[in-house]
Nanobody
Framework: QVQLVESGGGFVQPGGSLRLSCAAS????????MGWYRQTPGKQRELVAT???????NYADSVKGRFTISRDNAKNTVYLQMNSLKPEDTAVYYC???????????????WGQGTQVTVSS
């Protein structure tokens, strides 16, 4: 069983910054990719950024140059530094982690509980 605990969401004015964290814990062999997604009411969840175990990153076009994803493998934690925030970044942000299970080392995914980010003046 694994757990993902997110933190760092909140309210910020346009142009401001926030840093999201997602810490993984539980029983697993390892972690492959980690990522952040976001969702607004009535819309599908969309990819924000991902990072592989080797550190390769991928970003949605809408956040390139403003958001930075990183991970601390020793802490099993993924971060999302969000700068120059815009009202259209308002959403619930979810982390997603691909684990390798402890017994068979098969990959499986898990979602965090979500954290609200609101950008408004």
């Amino acid at each position: 069983q694994v757990q993902l605990v997110e933190s760092g969401g909140g309210f910020v004015q346009p142009g401001g910054s926030l840093r999201l964290s997602c810490a993984a814990s539980g029983t697993f062999f390892g972690i492959n990719a980690m990522g952040w997604y976001r969702q607004t009411p009535g819309k599908q969840r969309e990819l924000v950024a991902t990072i592989t175990s080797a550190g390769s990153t991928n970003y949605a076009d809408s956040v390139k140059g403003r958001f930075t994803i990183s991970r601390d493998n020793a802490k099993n934690t993924v971060y999302l530094q969000m700068n120059s925030l815009k009202p259209e970044d308002t959403a619930v942000y979810y982390c997603n982690v691909e684990f390798l299970d402890a017994l068979m080392r098969k990959p499986f995914g898990s979602w965090g509980q979500g954290t609200q980010v609101t950008v408004s003046s």
